[in-house]
């Protein structure tokens, strides 16, 4: 199968690992490799685990499945970029930084040139019978909020099914006003721009014994039942 060069553009996301794909910025990306050539992929994912790799078809149920990518049809075009550095010993490609300062101090080196695989899988869409590149995403978050949020929403679970009186019902509403209010100073991160994650800003507001008491009254589970 004769190799062939072919260079193509892509849009790429807003912001590297965070949902969402922008409508004006894009890579300019040359793939270099055979014309076709097979990938095998996961029943289930529709990941690709192995590229281009001469294998017996299997018979076992649930083994991956083979599949060809076709570089010369657009579409695929950046499909077979993504596979295509196994076609290349030394593959490298030339990043450039620009530094990034968190709110704690800490400098992330923010890539202004992503690889196409930096922000995207190949995978194959077993709906469409296409393939499709899925953006690459990470996780945010924070854990001072997560906390606060468990609290959170085993108070409310209680708030939401009782009427407490018209005094436990207003202590229980100022909580959760509290607990709104940190969140809101306490948003997600994401963690790979930090080398440290910050500190929490205030403190995360404790639940009011009173309000524990008279919800031990309804529950059998008590503070176990989900505060922290």
Not at 19 to 29: E, K, L, P, Q, V
Not at 30 to 35: I, K, M, R
Not at 84 to 95: G, R
């Amino acid at each position: 199968m004769a190799n062939i060069t072919s260079s193509f553009t892509h849009l790429l996301p807003t912001e590297l690992f965070v949902a969402g794909i922008s409508t004006n910025i894009s890579g300019s990306y040359t793939y270099t490799g055979p014309e076709e050539f097979d990938v095998w992929i996961n029943p289930q994912s529709g990941g690709i685990t192995k590229i281009n790799v001469a294998i017996d078809p299997p018979n076992e149920a649930g083994a991956d499945i083979r599949k060809t990518v076709n570089a010369k049809d657009s579409a695929q075009l950046p499909i077979a970029y993504i596979c295509s550095h196994q076609f290349h010993e030394n593959y490298q490609w030339d990043y450039t930084y620009t530094d990034e300062t968190q709110s704690n101090g800490d400098v992330y080196k923010k890539i202004n040139n992503p690889d196409l695989r930096d922000a995207y899988t190949a995978k194959w869409n077993f709906t469409t019978s296409t393939w499709q590149l899925e953006q690459i995403i990470k996780v945010q978050e924070n854990v001072h909020a997560d906390a606060a949020k468990k609290n959170r929403d085993y108070i409310k679970t209680y708030n939401d099914m009782y009427d407490f009186g018209t005094d436990m019902n207003a202590k229980i509403t100022t909580y959760l006003s509290a607990i709104d209010t940190f969140l809101g100073n306490n948003p997600d991160y994401k963690t790979w721009k930090f080398v440290t994650i910050p500190d929490a800003v205030g403190t995360t507001p404790k639940i009011p014994i009173d309000v524990q008491v008279e919800i031990n009254k309804v529950s059998s589970s008590g503070i176990a039942g989900g505060a922290i």
